[in-house]
């Protein structure tokens, strides 16, 4: 048997146990309390991160990992993807991201569609990605209310859902104004009324002959958002259309997440003041689009600076591919004035608190859950490479269709470590 498939095989649950792990010699970006921590060690047990600091007693059979002054992060985390629901894109049978045609909106929840065997999982984890959010999305001939999305680890085939119904998804804007038939005010309206079917389900109907634009498991779908326990995760851009989001989620007493926020900066304040967060592709700083005309480089920085919790995500069809490249986002970010640790926390502990699951993860600290990556340089070089993946405490292999059909070539071709001596 190979060593690719011991190291697959150390996936399955049951067969291998975390043990202790101590990385010595580190340069720690804790994202927490600690701060950065220039010469640490941390050490891991059973799966969480037992012990964090300088000068530490190493634990009696640990193993130990020397990071040669290399830094240690959070595993990053995805503030918006379609890993496990999407596999291919232009084949439609793998794409389970959007329902075209369905009587089903609010109700749709990607848990149902979820593959945890995507060869995309690996490709993505690799790179450092160890938990991400999943989401929905919209598509031409569908609802403006995409469905809900879920948390999910990239470390295992039985457990990989960390937290359901984690937030519901819906677009506005220019986006919005195309699935409501052409305008903005249509797909207020259609929202409006979404909500107002949510209030007053179990009541006589004003108009019975009005075709209701939710179903019943819709409608129950709905009812935790508008209790401000699951976020509205709103897609939009234009500054105008934040504010209109701004007083509709205040009317209404939800939790609102922006994703897109090309202009969010003009509008930082009142973001920061209703403690609104935006989760931003720094990458996208063109006026694209007429609702991004004052897009801008610095958006992040600028929002951050402001008080406006901030995460990355990809905003293109390529999320579930490249999700990964959150750390090229990051440092696109922090060369146009994000502070460094704010960058990082933009793809690791942000996504969390966003979510509600930073209780466990998204930092490194004692009790959390060891989502660790020891990189070979700075994260936020895309010339970096992670030397060690730990999900809940454990190595992932360094293994993924893309490294295995690199190999099958090199050996082919009798390249590299398969030269002919």
């Known amino acids: ?38 010469h640490g060690t941390l050490i891991i047990r059973d799966h969480r991160i037992d012990a964090i600091g300088e000068n530490l007693p190493l634990p009696q059979g640990a193993r130990v990992i020397d990071a040669g002054g290399k830094p240690v992060t959070p595993g990053l985390f995805d503030a918006y993807t379609s890993l496990g629901i999407k596999e291919i894109d232009g084949v439609e049978e793998s794409d389970d991201s959007a329902a075209k045609k369905s009587r089903y909106s609010a109700a749709l929840d990607v848990t149902d569609a979820f593959n945890p065997r995507s060869t995309l999982i690996p490709v993505n984890r690799v790179e450092g990605l160890t938990r991400a959010a999943s989401a929905p999305d919209s598509a031409s001939g569908g609802s403006l209310i995409a469905g809900q999305g879920a948390v999910i680890s990239l470390g295992s085939l039985s457990e990989w859902l960390v937290k359901p119904k984690a937030a519901m998804y819906a677009q506005l804007g220019e986006t919005g104004a195309k699935l409501s038939g052409g305008s903005r005010a249509a797909a207020w309206a259609s929202l409006r009324e979404a909500f107002g079917e949510v209030r007053r389900a179990g009541t006589p109907r004003v108009n019975p002959e009005h075709p209701s634009q939710l179903t019943a498991e819709d409608i129950e779908a709905l009812r935790p958002v508008l209790a401000g326990e699951e976020p509205l995760v709103l897609y939009l851009n234009r500054a105008s259309d934040i504010l209109g989001a701004l007083k509709f989620a205040e009317d209404n ?66 999320s579930s591919h490249n999700a990964r490249n959150v750390r090229q986002l990051a440092g696109n970010a922090a060369a146009q004035g994000l502070e460094r640790e704010a960058a990082l926390a933009a793809i690791t502990l942000n996504p969390a608190r966003i979510y509600g699951v930073d209780g466990t993860l998204g930092s490194l600290e004692p009790g959390k859950i060891a989502d660790v990556v020891v990189w ?46």
């Not at 994703?259 to 989760?279: D, F």
């Not at 720094?282 to 929002?303: G, I, K, N, T, V």
């Open 253 to 318: 007493g939800i939790k609102l997440v922006v994703r897109g926020g090309a202009e969010a900066w003009l509008v930082a304040k009142p973001l920061a003041e209703h403690q609104v967060p935006v989760i931003l592709d720094p990458r996208l700083d063109l006026p694209q689009h007429f609702e991004s005309l004052a897009a801008r480089a610095d958006a992040a920085a600028l929002l951050q600076k402001a008080g406006v919790l901030v995460a990355f995500a990809l905003d293109d069809e390529f």
């Open 1 to 38: 048997m190979n060593k690719s498939i011991f190291a697959l095989l150390a996936l399955l649950p049951g067969i291998a146990s975390a043990g202790t792990i101590a990385i010595t010699n580190a340069e720690i970006h804790t994202l927490g309390r600690a701060g950065v921590i220039a």
């Open 376 to 421: 070979d340089g700075d994260p936020l070089e895309t010339t970096s490479f992670p030397r060690s993946v730990f999900i809940d405490g454990q190595e992932v292999p360094a293994i993924s269709r893309q490294t295995e059909l690199r190999d099958r070539y090199m050996q082919r071709l009798h390249l590299g470590p398969y030269a002919k001596q």
